[in-house]
């Protein structure tokens, strides 16, 4: 289980999931551009001392990123609002990868239909997202504890 961070555009989310990574032994992957100088002094302040314990990898591009997880075997797992199966319904396995959008944007429209499966967090008519910090630990917290019922 991973977690991937397309384009991330605020440094102290991206910190807090970072944290939220080392925490709970969730890789996490960082596909830029980013909407700032990608750096982990950058995130250090919500980060706090937790980055040097994150397994953390820098890709250059959603294509390159794409290559490499179809070639590991892994599962793209889309979390945007528009989805029509809510996080708690979908069925997680061990080589799932979370993918989370900017915080402006989202995910960009093509990876959110076709790119993998696509799950959202089931929130008030009319609002339209969560932080993505809350949401990667929200639907992370979710697939962790699918995982271990399974066992795996």
């Known amino acids: 289980m991973r977690l991937a961070l397309v384009e991330p555009d ?16 969730l890789p996490i992957d960082v596909i830029e551009p980013c909407g ?9 302040r919500s980060a706090m001392d937790y980055a040097d314990h994150a397994d953390i990898t820098r890709h250059v591009s959603w294509q390159s990123y794409e290559t490499h997880a179809r070639t590991m075997g ?21 080589d799932d990868v979370l993918v989370l959008g900017s915080e402006s944007v989202g995910l960009p429209a093509p990876l959110r239909t ?6 959202s967090i089931p929130m008030k008519h009319g609002l339209r997202s969560l932080n993505v910090a809350m949401a990667a630990a929200m639907v ?7 995982m271990e019922l399974a066992g795996r």
């Open 10 to 25: 605020i440094a102290p989310n991206l910190g807090a999931i970072i944290r939220l990574g080392a925490c709970m032994g």
């Open 36 to 44: 700032f100088p990608f750096s982990l002094h950058a995130v250090r």
């Open 74 to 94: 892994w599962r793209l797992v889309m979390v945007t609002p528009e989805a029509p199966v809510a996080y708690t319904a979908f069925a997680f396995s061990p």
């Open 114 to 119: 076709g790119a993998g499966p696509a799950i």
């Open 140 to 146: 992370g917290g979710e697939a962790l504890r699918q």
